[in-house]
């Protein structure tokens, strides 16, 4: 069964994708491949601790 719903304290981040400037949110904590819905770029790749963020942070978000 799927549904493994948590609530964290996680906050959503504004980041903008160092090859086409587009601007997007992307969760935290994200642990799957963030990909720029403008150029495709992956901005974050998972790894075993942390997500490895390529794009700028413009802001965050609460
Ligand atoms: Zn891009």
């Not at 400037?21 to 994200?30: L, S």
């Given at each position: 069964m799927k549904g493994d719903?948590?609530?964290?304290k996680s906050k959503f981040l504004k980041i903008k994708c160092p090859k086409c400037?587009?601007?997007?949110?992307?969760?935290?904590?994200?642990?799957?491949?963030?990909k720029?819905?403008?150029?495709?770029?992956?901005l974050s790749k998972p790894?075993?601790?942390k997500s490895k963020l390529k794009?700028?942070?413009?802001e965050v978000l609460k």
């Open positions: 719903i948590r609530i964290t400037n587009f601007e997007q949110v992307m969760f935290g904590k994200a642990t799957t491949i963030v720029c819905l403008g150029c495709g770029n992956s790894s075993a601790s794009a700028k942070v413009i």
